[in-house]
């Protein structure tokens, strides 16, 4: 496996696997890589012929109060599991090489961007797609993985790259997730043994929508409070906010009809976490014509 760290490696590895007509993979992270980095991983090695995974813990994206200094950063098990699942490039930028002196250029956001995770960390999406069209630069894949457990940013990526012409196919791969059903994160570590008892009532609380929209609950506003109703027998959750929404637009339903998006996040101590599940509504039955 190669370790690139420069832009023009990066850049002139690519050109040259492109004019042979190799079909470049991509899996952009910030390492400390888990099981649902693993199944992106293994995915696009499916899918490519040579495949590069990006390590890059990436400053912008972080708010002034954020974990940036605390955020794990194992790169020698990472590059292991990289190893081990056949990667052909580690692509680790340095922070200089990503935003030398003089960087300037900012990318600005789409509608999709605006709520949930957009409003909870405003720093948060102008540092995801301001990096993710960077990388998109340097590393000049075909087509490039994301993980459904981000779901607003495999989304504003998809409007990113259709908006700017960026020529790079997506794909978003289904959440991973531990045994009792929390989705795997990086961030997962910081919790302590009794914030991990309690960090799987997310992942319950969204289903518990997503049961009562596959058993014809209609209404959001009705579908929020149940799930509400369901994390607050967890201490020491707070909810910063549980939404059934339009999958496309992320927009709140005041009627789920066809298919949603329920979208959560929850602060547990000072960790904070998200998750989110797709769920379709049951097909109306046809009244018999008379
Ligand atoms: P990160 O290192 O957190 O920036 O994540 C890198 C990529 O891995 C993103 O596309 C994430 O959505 C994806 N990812 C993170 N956690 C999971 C998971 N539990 N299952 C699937 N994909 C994931």
């Not at 005041?254 to 769920?279: E, F, M, P, Q, Y």
Request: proline fraction near 6%.
């Amino acid at each position: 496996m190669n370790i690139i760290r420069t832009i023009r490696a990066m850049t002139s590895w690519s050109e040259r696997l492109r004019r042979e007509s190799v079909i470049i993979g991509f899996v952009p992270t910030m390492g400390a890589l888990h099981d649902g980095h693993r199944a992106l991983i293994q995915a696009a090695r499916r899918r490519c012929d040579a495949l590069v995974v990006s390590i890059f813990v990436n400053q912008a994206q972080f708010g002034p109060r954020e974990d940036l200094t605390r955020y794990p950063r194992p790169i020698a098990k990472d590059r292991a599991l990289c190893r081990e699942e056949g990667v052909d490039v580690c692509f680790e930028p340095t922070a200089d090489v990503m935003y030398p002196e003089g960087f300037q250029t900012v990318v600005t956001l789409p509608e999709i961007a605006r709520r949930w995770e957009g409003e909870a960390r405003p720093h948060h999406f102008p540092g995801v797609a301001t990096v993710v069209t960077k990388l998109f630069g340097m590393v000049r894949p075909h087509l490039a993985l994301f993980g459904q457990k981000d779901y607003q940013q495999a989304a504003l990526v998809r409007q990113l790259v259709k908006d700017l012409n960026l020529g790079v196919e997506i794909e978003v791969r289904p959440t991973v997730r531990e045994a009792d059903g929390l989705a795997m994160s990086s961030r997962n570590v910081y919790l302590n043994a009794d914030e991990r008892m309690v960090a799987p009532w997310l992942s319950r609380a969204l289903r518990t929508g997503k049961q009562a929209i596959e058993g014809g609950m209609k209404d959001g506003a009705a579908i929020e409070r149940s799930m509400r109703k369901a994390i607050e027998q967890a201490p020491a959750i707070h909810v910063e906010y549980l939404a059934v929404c339009n999958p496309d637009s992320l927009e709140p339903l005041s009627s789920v009809t066809h298919r949603a998006v329920i979208l959560g996040a929850i602060r547990i101590g000072s960790i904070r976490l998200i998750d989110n599940l797709l769920v379709n509504a049951p097909a109306r039955k046809s009244r018999a014509r008379r």
